[in-house]
T-cell receptor, first 114, second 114 residues
């Protein structure tokens, strides 16, 4: 089942912050975050494994709450280059392991204006 | 190669014809995935190959869709008797065994059925 992302779209001015949420109805083994610019392939940002870790990538960080089956992506002091569609991909936890494939949300369109 | 290579980049075909899409994964990546992305939509899982294991075909939308992979190298996705609803970008991705470094996506094949 597809994870649910919110919001569907967000518009920022350069330097502002944003949070994108991803929630699943299934037990998760990992959560991936990707960014896709128009007409291009999705690009991997980071992976969070079960254990509630938080990771960072430049001024982009994310958290994963395994119990709530939720992940959030935090973009701070946004730059024009952050514009794009952000997808979370969830890997289900089955029998203590994973099902080895990602199910993606519908995406969040982020627009950063000067 | 340095990245995931897909061919052709664009394909226009007549309704009812068969098409074959090709994916060359990153050398050494044992896992290979096919996803479909309709205009403005998220990524829809189609099929997953892992080494010599039986592929996970659970995402193939109908028996008109099939895919093969030779060992840990090239994969082909075949769509028989194409329909207009098959029009989409077909993305291939590869990863290491445990995908902890994320998926690397190819640039996709844009399929248009007229």
């Amino acid at each position: 089942q597809q994870p649910v992302q919110s919001p569907q779209a967000v518009i920022l001015r350069e330097g502002e912050d944003a949070v994108i949420n991803c929630s699943s109805s299934k037990a998760l083994y990992s959560v991936h975050w990707y960014r896709q610019k128009h007409g291009e392939a999705p690009v991997f940002l980071m992976i969070l494994l079960k254990g509630g870790e938080q990771k960072g990538h430049e001024k982009i960080s994310a958290s994963f709450n395994e119990k709530k089956q939720q992940s959030s992506l935090y973009l701070t002091a946004s730059q024009l280059s952050y514009s794009g569609t952000y997808f979370c991909g969830t890997e289900e936890s089955i029998s203590g392991g994973s099902n080895y494939k990602l199910t993606f949300g519908k995406g969040t369109l982020l627009t950063v204006n000067p | 190669g340095a990245g995931v290579s897909q061919s052709p980049s664009n394909k226009v075909t007549e309704k009812g014809k068969d098409v074959e899409l090709r994916c060359d994964p990153i050398s050494g990546h044992t896992a290979l995935y096919w996803y479909r992305q309709r205009l403005g939509q998220g990524l829809e899982f189609l099929i997953y190959f892992q080494g010599n294991s039986a592929p996970d075909k659970s995402g193939l939308p109908s028996d008109r869709f099939s895919a093969e992979r030779t060992g840990e190298s090239v994969s082909t996705l075949t769509i028989q008797r194409t329909q207009q609803e098959d029009s989409a970008v077909y993305l291939c991705a590869s990863s290491t065994d445990r995908s902890h470094y994320g998926y690397t996506f190819g640039s996709g094949t844009r399929l248009t059925v007229v």
